[in-house]
């Protein structure tokens, strides 16, 4: 069985470019969660989606972030514009069912740097 | 809020050694709690999760975790490290809106 997948693994951006990350999650897995980790701080929840609706964005930082789960397939996650602050890497992870007692399957990472 | 503290940032061990790592969380009720390591190049793995229960709890390549409810604690260990254990270690508690908070890791490094 794949994983979770990420795309792409790296990326490096200037200030004010968009980037899109993309993550496919482990086939029937309706939960998919995307998670940032800024250099030196804790891994951070974005938000988690229940097939393709929005289950909770709690964790966005702003408007600049934008996540879509086209199908309740697939999900992208955009940056548009990119600032400095927004390097780091971004974690997708996937699960079949929510709560506590459900293991969150993680990606690679994707790891973005913006100059 | 539920949250976890591993206050140890870096450990460097000797391989054969033996190992600890240290987690403390902050949850009023019985927590679900996990620990994931990333080895380099790596995503996130699971190494074992506790729901409820005995309070030792085995997991993969060797390691366990012990919780203890007087002391908030979920510390890992392993009885002999091996030089590919070096990674990133951390300490996740399950929040009660579906998502994992976690510590800011440890890095261990494992001398030969």
């Known amino acids: 069985e794949a994983g979770v997948t990420q795309f792409p693994s790296h990326s490096v951006i200037e200030k004010g470019q968009t980037v899109t990350l993309r993550c496919d999650p482990i086939?029937?897995?309706?939960?998919l969660y995307w998670y940032r980790r800024v250099m030196g701080k804790e891994i951070k929840f974005l938000l988690h989606f229940v097939k393709e609706s929005k289950q909770d964005e709690s964790g966005m930082p702003n408007n600049r972030f934008l996540a879509e789960r086209t199908g309740g397939t697939y999900s992208t996650l955009k940056v548009q514009p990119a600032e400095l602050e927004d390097s780091g890497v971004y974690f997708c992870?996937?699960?079949?069912?929510?709560?506590?007692?459900?293991?969150?399957?993680f990606g690679p990472g994707t790891r973005l740097l913006v100059l | 809020a539920q949250s976890v503290t591993q206050p140890d940032i870096h450990i460097t061990v000797s391989e054969g050694a033996s190992l600890e790592l240290r987690c403390n969380y902050s949850y009023g009720a019985t927590p679900y709690l996990f620990w994931y390591v990333q080895s380099p190049g790596q995503g996130l793995q699971l190494l074992l999760k506790y729901f409820s229960g005995d309070t030792l709890v085995q997991g993969i390549k060797g390691f366990e975790a012990e919780f203890k409810r007087s002391q908030s604690s979920f510390n890992l260990r392993k009885p002999s490290v091996h030089w590919s254990d070096a990674a990133e270690y951390f300490c996740a508690v399950y929040t009660n809106d579906y998502k994992l908070s976690f510590g800011a890791g440890t890095t261990v490094t494992v001398r030969a």
């Open positions: 992870a996937s699960s079949q069912d929510a709560g506590g007692r459900e293991t969150q399957y």
């Open positions: 086939s029937g897995h309706d939960n």
